[in-house]
């Protein structure tokens, strides 16, 4: 790992995600949307990295990870979730292939949207959420992230989903052919996919199915 930062404070925003704010080294710079590799400086875990995006701005004083645990497995997530401010965590330099490209569509999955925030965070800074569009499908309604602050971005081109329940404002259903069908009017732009890797796959052959440009879908690959 190239840096050593320190956690300074840590909060939910869902019942199982937590707000990391951590340290910045000096001079260190990522594209929204790329990762990086974090794991906690103790003797059994800093050989368990993990990918994380930072979903702050570059040019923000600290970096903000938004992290979703799972407290029925022993691994890292829960490990961060637990940690006390002042731990120290070792972090990797930035990499991944999702960067903005263009106006167009986010679909995102769970935890997968995190890539996204910082992205739709620049663009709002930048006035430029003009043409943008957000599909983001959760199991239910309390495990949405940020949803206030995607649909003050977006309003109604923020489309919430939800496969086991539903409120108002948070459809149920699937993202599935039909549903891109009936919630996308134009399949000739931009589409930004990440989620788990069943998800990507099958939207990113659905996009396709529907005429978009493979070229035009940025995922991690």
Request: net charge negative; glycine share 10%; hydrophobic share 40%.
């Amino acid at each position: 790992m190239s840096h050593t930062v320190t956690l300074l404070m840590s909060e939910f925003v869902t019942h199982d995600v937590k707000r990391l704010i951590v340290s910045k080294p000096e001079g260190f710079w990522f594209e929204p949307g790329q990762g990086v590799e974090l794991a906690v400086d103790r003797q059994q875990w800093r050989e368990e990295g993990r990918p994380f995006t930072p979903t702050s701005l570059p040019d923000d004083r600290v970096l903000e990870f938004t992290v979703k645990g799972y407290p029925e497995h022993a691994g890292l997530t829960r490990e961060l979730h637990a940690l006390p401010a002042g731990s120290q965590l070792l972090m990797s330099e930035p990499f991944g292939t999702i960067s903005y490209q263009g106006p167009g569509v986010f679909i995102a999955a769970g935890a997968g949207v995190t890539p996204f925030i910082a992205i739709l965070r620049d663009l709002a800074r930048q006035d430029r959420l003009a043409g943008h569009a957000l599909v983001f499908s959760n199991k239910t309604p309390a495990d949405v992230i940020c949803a206030k602050e995607f649909r003050h971005y977006l309003g109604e081109r923020c489309i919430l989903t939800c496969t086991r329940s539903s409120s108002p404002g948070c459809a149920s259903g699937r993202v599935d052919q039909d549903y891109l069908t009936e919630h996308i009017p134009d399949f000739d732009q931009h589409f930004y996919v990440c989620g788990p890797p069943g998800f990507v796959e099958a939207v990113n052959g659905a996009l396709q199915a529907l005429g978009a440009n493979s070229e035009a879908l940025v995922y991690e690959r």
